[in-house]
């Protein structure tokens, strides 16, 4: 074996028994993360961190900065300011790094005219791992062998992302770093991209994937971090956000519901659904819906409206529609 080679073994053991005693025990720790073009600020100042044996979902509206912030994560894109370390260490610095972060960036980045046997036999060699753990990918991510034979250009979305997900996983690496992975899967797709995440986490892996679709993430993820125009907007326990709603009302009227909510000197905003939410406790919204004369049909506690109605706020300041509007002004 040569100097370089030993050097990157010794190297490769230094990092995986730092999988388990980096400083707070965290496989990704991303610190004031920030990337200007010109005088437009992408990402501003992102911090979060993400856990061993859990799945982070990255959730933000198209443009919010989630793709930014993962290629700085992996040494892509250089920051304007900030830091991220993955195992205890700069991108960068990871000796063979496709052995201990796998990451999925753009499914669609594949080589059109290699098949994806061949795709995934080249990152093998490159990475130094046995051949025969092509046919182990293949089979973990349900390529037929005929599919395995045809060109990556042939491949529908699907495809590409389930090839993707298989060059992630190919070194047996222990974080997972996947911009929306779920992208083109139909549902069997997304059931089987779930089951296969959530037995990565279950055996100790970290992973980090980004979503700009709220549903998905809200059942793959344990934890979320919430990204809008480059900026946290919430992160924590998936179910603690999802609980952190408040109360939803909805009466048979809603205008004079929302005249006596007001009337009362209770804040609300309108649900995604109709009906109102607010933080206000159920028997204080029953007791001026009552004062009012007002008939209710629904109340009851929000269970991640609040999410979801944040959500929909950020992905309507995002929405094409609102800046065709603003062009429009
Ligand atoms: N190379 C670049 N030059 C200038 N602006 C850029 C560049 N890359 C990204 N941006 C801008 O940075 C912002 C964040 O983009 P980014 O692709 O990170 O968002 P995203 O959350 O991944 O969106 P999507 O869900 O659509 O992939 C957008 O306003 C985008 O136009």
Redesign the pocket.
């Known amino acids: 074996m040569t100097d370089a080679r030993q050097n990157a073994g010794a190297d490769d053991e230094r990092v995986m028994s730092r999988t388990h005693d980096t400083e707070h025990g965290y496989a990704i720790e991303v610190s004031g993360l920030t ?1 200007t ?2 005088a ?1 600020t ?2 501003e100042d992102v911090s979060f961190a993400v856990r061993p044996g859990v799945i982070t979902g990255f959730l ?12 700085m994560m992996v040494g892509l ?1 250089p920051p304007s300011a900030g830091w991220c370390t993955v195992l205890g260490l700069g991108y960068r610095r990871l000796p063979n790094p496709g052995r201990h972060v796998g990451v999925l960036l753009d499914a669609s980045a594949q080589h059109p005219g290699r098949t994806g046997r061949e795709a995934l036999t080249l990152a093998a060699t490159v990475m130094g791992v046995d051949l025969d753990r092509v046919d182990e990918i293949l089979d973990l991510v349900a390529l037929t062998p005929a599919e395995a034979r045809r060109r990556t250009g042939t491949y529908s979305l699907g495809m590409r992302q389930r090839l993707g997900v298989g060059q992630a996983l190919l070194g047996d690496p222990r974080v997972l770093i996947l ?2 992975p779920a992208n083109g899967l139909d549902p069997a797709g997304i059931h089987w991209m779930r089951g296969l995440l959530r037995g990565f986490a279950d055996d100790g892996g970290s992973v980090l994937l ?1 979503s ?1 679709l709220l549903r998905e993430v809200e059942v793959i993820a344990d934890e979320l971090v919430v ?1 809008g125009r ?1 900026r946290i907007v919430a992160q924590g326990a998936k179910q603690e956000l999802l609980a952190s709603g408040g109360t939803l009302v909805r009466g048979v009227d809603d205008q004079r519901l929302a005249t006596a909510l007001t009337d009362a000197g209770i804040a609300f905003t309108s649900a995604a659904d109709g009906g109102y939410l607010t933080q206000a406790p159920a028997d204080q919204v029953a007791g001026a819906a009552s004062a009012a004369g007002v008939v209710l049909v629904e109340l009851r506690p929000a269970e991640g409206a609040g999410l979801e109605d944040m959500f929909l706020r950020l992905t309507a300041d995002h929405s094409r529609e609102n800046s065709q509007e603003r062009a429009r002004r």
Not at 60 to 70: E, I, L, V
């Open positions: 990337k073009y010109g437009h992408a990402v933000g509206p198209n443009g919010a900065g989630k793709s930014t912030t993962m290629r894109t911009d929306e980004s700009h990204i480059g």
